[in-house]
């Protein structure tokens, strides 16, 4: 599935507004969700916890087999954007990890 122009102008705006929220208050998490462009589900199954598989050395993940339906955007500064293509399935999970990750940080 790739974007329209449509999507790709609302893209644009809505990634614009989540740097403004990033810049304006330094420390947040400022996350934008916008329409893929055709690319694959970045995210996979296997539990997040710190003994999970991710953390073994080694481990190769399989990954998501989806094609992903969302871009998961996430600014930790005006200038530090992390983009994560999610499915329909993932992209709640996405959010919900990026939160969680957030508010561990010291
Ligand atoms: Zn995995
Ligand atoms: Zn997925």
């Given at each position: 599935m790739t974007r329209t122009p449509q999507e790709t102008f609302l893209s644009d705006q809505t990634l614009a507004a989540a740097r403004h929220a990033a810049e304006a208050t330094p420390g947040l998490l400022s996350v934008a969700i916008t329409p893929a462009n055709g690319e694959q589900c970045t995210?996979?199954?296997?539990?997040?916890?710190?003994?999970?598989?991710?953390?073994?050395?080694?481990y190769r993940c399989a990954g998501c087999p989806d094609s992903a339906k969302h871009v998961v955007s996430a600014y930790t500064g005006p200038d530090l954007r992390f983009d994560y293509p999610a499915c329909r399935r993932h992209s709640p999970q996405i959010v919900i990890d990026l939160v969680e990750t957030a508010g561990r940080k010291p």
């Open positions: 995210w996979c199954d296997c539990p997040t916890s710190s003994d999970g598989p991710h953390s073994q050395p080694g």
